[in-house]
């Protein structure tokens, strides 16, 4: 929105945001069109006084305490046309047309859902940016979404909590000592790596092949943490585990397949990846 909102948009909204009044999600993925999202199906047709959206989005973080999401949505042609057609659009979740389904994970928890749009009525304003330009306007966004600390930092708690038990029993030899080292090592090599696209990303450029490059071993370390950490322990039965430290790393080893899924799966990235370094 700050890069391709109109002022008015960025007037309206962007300070309610920051106060934590208003909440947006963001919805580009449908049943069909994730890893494939330039086949997106969900349409914004013109009407006299602005746009009418029909069809469906999945996996739609927060869309039930969203105020607002922000879509990826075809505005002219069909989903032959692939990246040409699409636009982005903020639609207001209480609009009547506007139902929304939360969806349970493995863990237990809905913290995502699928929202259905039956001929929702939107002002002309809702469209951001240029009609047409949704694809590039996504493809900078997701290069934020892809390097930020949310793709390094989502198994830390884990991590501490398990330094602090190894600090309570009293384990340092050698070889624990080489793995908490190695854990940290990485956590700071990827924090470096994701302040780097932050720099560029607040230069303006868009460092799509970085950011995937972030992601994807942003998310390898995220998903081994839990995997090293519980064989860690299973290799030290007789030091007492806290019973936080074993809901945690329960906890963390339900969520931890949804890592390399959310924001682009693996495969994608490492495609991005590829491309960006000439090798496809
Ligand atoms: C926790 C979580 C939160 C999410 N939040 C949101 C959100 O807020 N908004 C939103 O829009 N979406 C959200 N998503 C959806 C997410 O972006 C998609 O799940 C993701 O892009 C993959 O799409 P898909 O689920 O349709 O899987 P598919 O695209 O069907 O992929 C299935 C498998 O096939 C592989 N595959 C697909 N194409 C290729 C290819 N060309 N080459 C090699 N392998 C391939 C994939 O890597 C994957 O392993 C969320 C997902 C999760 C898990």
Known sequence: MLNYGSEAQRDFYIPRICRGELVFCIGMSEPGSGSDLASVRTRADRTETGWRVNGQKIWTTNAMHGDYMIALLRTSGTSEDRHAGLSQLIIDLKAPGVTVRPITDLAGDAHFAEVFFDNVDLPADALIGNEGEGWKQVTAELAFERSGPERIYSSVVLLDAWIAHLRAVGRA???????????????????????????????????????????????????????????????????????????????????????????GTREVLRGIIARGMGLR
């Open 173 to 263: 030899d050698s070889a624990t000592l080489a793995l908490v080292g190695d854990f940290t090592a990485r956590l700071a090599t990827l924090r470096a790596m994701s302040i780097a696209c932050t720099a560029r990303l607040a230069l303006g450029e868009s460092p799509v092949t970085e950011a995937s490059l972030v992601k994807d071993l942003g998310t390898a370390f995220e998903q081994e943490l839990p995997v090293a950490i519980g064989d860690d322990l299973a290799a030290h039965p007789d030091e007492a585990v806290d019973a936080e430290l074993y809901r945690t790393l329960m906890f963390v080893t339900y969520v931890a397949p949804s890592f390399s899924l959310r924001g």
